[in-house]
Nanobody, 126 residues
């Protein structure tokens, strides 16, 4: 069982920055593919960014490329999402997700992740 706890959400201004953190339980964090998803009101949950076991591979959805950066610290069992140049359309609940199976590519759909955090609200004002 993997438990994920997000932190770092809140209110940001357009053009500003926020950093989200997700702390994971367990001794095998380095064997998890990690990802961030988000869900805005009235919309489906969407993939934002994912990172491989070692952090050598990363993938971003087009709308955040060049603005968001995902990273991980396996010694601290933590994954981060650095969000820069925020836009009002980034407003959503952000979820951390973990995949503990062996995968060839970073899953980009919700079904690819078995473990989820409770979510953290990010609100960007214009």
């Amino acid at each position: 069982q993997v438990q994920l706890i997000e932190s770092g959400g809140g209110l940001g201004q357009a053009g500003g920055s926020l950093r989200l953190s997700c702390a994971a339980s367990g001794r095998t964090f380095s064997t998890y593919v990690m990802a961030w998803f988000r869900q805005a009101p009235g919309k489906e949950r969407e993939f934002v960014a994912g990172i491989s076991y070692s952090g050598s591979s990363k993938y971003y959805t087009d709308s955040v490329k060049g603005r968001f950066s995902i990273s991980r610290d396996n010694a601290k069992n933590t994954v981060y999402l650095q969000m820069n140049s925020l836009k009002p359309e980034d407003t959503a609940v952000y979820y951390c997700a973990a995949n503990s199976t062996i995968v060839i590519a970073i899953p980009r759909t919700s079904s690819g992740y078995a473990y989820w955090g409770q979510g953290t609200q990010v609100t960007v004002s214009s």
